[in-house]
């Protein structure tokens, strides 16, 4: 009787310790099988950034001294508050992507009815803002890839149980080419 | 018998978790301030400050001096002035307004709106001394009717 009872106890355990390596190989096969595409999106089509509702609307190449990338679009603060951190803690803003690497400066974010840098969003009041991104001194119009990315939100977050901003998620990308203003 | 009594500590050593895990409180409602409520014209004290609703009204657009040059702001909205009388109560404080509009959403005093004399953000509240005040807060229209002014105590 002891001899049985042993013998089923290691079944047991072979048995899941086999079912644990099929599933997680399983995983990678379906990982590799269906990559990750990020939605395309276009101008005019809101896109959801977890805290605010985002818009863009057109991409302008402003000819100055250094020139800049210009993108137009609206914004509005889906959050129960006002949010002055719109594109989440730390910034996560929209990333322009040049040739396969992304732009490191952060972008200038004005809101256009003030002509001064946006500092606050209240929420159900969606502004128009401008982003502006510095670009190398030479740089021609060609096209160039906007990554969007999205803040998950837990109303009660593993650690403390409190309401939290998390991680990002990418959520739509778009290839344009920029206007000369 | 004995195995009875096993299942029976362990049922109720369940329930007692799962009542306990059930009726904790979260963490926002365990670190969320102390809040004094009054009605309007009513002094409302907390610990660190006292206020009071004196008056409110609404505008299109607002134009300031902020050092020295002219400022004008308009909205998509309306812009709420809310004129306040604070003081301090143990020590010399700051405070932050908000304001609570009809469904719930919280606006925070606009910073569009600044550097202005007797602004509240510029106001150091001192214990025993009370000042007069405003606060401009820029929301829908629709929020006004049934919201509260609140404060928050910044320093």
């Given at each position: 009787m002891p001899l049985l009872r042993r013998l089923w106890l290691r079944l047991f355990a072979t048995v899941g310790l086999v079912a644990a390596v099929m599933l997680s190989w399983w995983w990678k096969v379906d990982a590799a099988r269906a990559p990750d595409l990020v939605a395309g999106t276009s101008f005019g089509q809101p896109i959801d950034l977890g805290r605010t509702f985002f818009t863009p609307e057109a991409l302008l190449l402003r000819q100055s001294e250094p020139p800049e990338l210009v993108l137009s679009a609206t914004i509005e603060n889906v959050t129960g508050e006002t949010q002055r951190s719109f594109f989440g803690m730390p910034a996560n803003p929209p990333q322009i992507i040049l040739d396969g690497a992304p732009l490191a400066e952060e972008p200038e974010i004005i809101l256009l009815r003030d002509n001064a840098p946006l500092l606050q969003l209240q929420p159900r009041m969606p502004e128009e803002i401008q982003m502006v991104w510095p670009l190398p001194a030479d740089w021609q119009p060609k096209p160039v890839q906007i990554a969007f990315e999205k803040q998950t939100f837990k109303?009660?977050?593993?650690?403390?149980g409190q309401s939290s901003w998390l991680g990002y998620t990418p959520v739509a990308q778009m290839t344009v080419t920029p206007e000369v203003e | 018998m004995s195995r009875l009594v096993n299942l029976a500590i362990v049922v109720g050593g369940a329930a007692l978790l799962a009542g306990m895990m059930l009726t904790n409180p979260d963490y926002n409602s365990v670190v969320r301030p102390f809040v004094t409520k009054v009605s309007a014209g009513d002094t409302g004290e907390t610990r660190m400050f006292a206020g009071r609703f004196e008056a409110w009204r609404t505008a299109d657009r607002v134009s300031f001096d902020s050092l020295g040059t002219s400022v004008t702001r308009d909205t998509e909205g309306v812009f709420l002035i809310v004129d306040l009388e604070l003081s301090g109560t143990i020590r010399s404080t700051m405070v932050d307004t908000i304001w609570e509009g009809a469904s719930k959403r919280r606006y925070a005093s606009t910073?569009?709106?600044?550097?202005?004399?007797?602004?509240v953000d510029q106001l150091w509240l001192q214990p025993g001394l009370s000042s007069t005040t405003f606060t401009v807060f820029e929301l829908p229209?629709?929020?006004?009717?049934g919201g509260a002014a609140g404060g928050d105590y910044e320093l």
């Amino acid at each position: 009787m002891p001899l049985l009872r042993r013998l089923w106890l290691r079944l047991f355990a072979t048995v899941g310790l086999v079912a644990a390596v099929m599933l997680s190989w399983w995983w990678k096969v379906d990982a590799a099988r269906a990559p990750d595409l990020v939605a395309g999106t276009s101008f005019g089509q809101p896109i959801d950034l977890g805290r605010t509702f985002f818009t863009p609307e057109a991409l302008l190449l402003r000819q100055s001294e250094p020139p800049e990338l210009v993108l137009s679009a609206t914004i509005e603060n889906v959050t129960g508050e006002t949010q002055r951190s719109f594109f989440g803690m730390p910034a996560n803003p929209p990333q322009i992507i040049l040739d396969g690497a992304p732009l490191a400066e952060e972008p200038e974010i004005i809101l256009l009815r003030d002509n001064a840098p946006l500092l606050q969003l209240q929420p159900r009041m969606p502004e128009e803002i401008q982003m502006v991104w510095p670009l190398p001194a030479d740089w021609q119009p060609k096209p160039v890839q906007i990554a969007f990315e999205k803040q998950t939100f837990k109303l009660r977050d593993n650690l403390y149980g409190q309401s939290s901003w998390l991680g990002y998620t990418p959520v739509a990308q778009m290839t344009v080419t920029p206007e000369v203003e | 018998m004995s195995r009875l009594v096993n299942l029976a500590i362990v049922v109720g050593g369940a329930a007692l978790l799962a009542g306990m895990m059930l009726t904790n409180p979260d963490y926002n409602s365990v670190v969320r301030p102390f809040v004094t409520k009054v009605s309007a014209g009513d002094t409302g004290e907390t610990r660190m400050f006292a206020g009071r609703f004196e008056a409110w009204r609404t505008a299109d657009r607002v134009s300031f001096d902020s050092l020295g040059t002219s400022v004008t702001r308009d909205t998509e909205g309306v812009f709420l002035i809310v004129d306040l009388e604070l003081s301090g109560t143990i020590r010399s404080t700051m405070v932050d307004t908000i304001w609570e509009g009809a469904s719930k959403r919280r606006y925070a005093s606009t910073k569009r709106v600044a550097n202005v004399p007797r602004q509240v953000d510029q106001l150091w509240l001192q214990p025993g001394l009370s000042s007069t005040t405003f606060t401009v807060f820029e929301l829908p229209p629709d929020e006004i009717e049934g919201g509260a002014a609140g404060g928050d105590y910044e320093l």
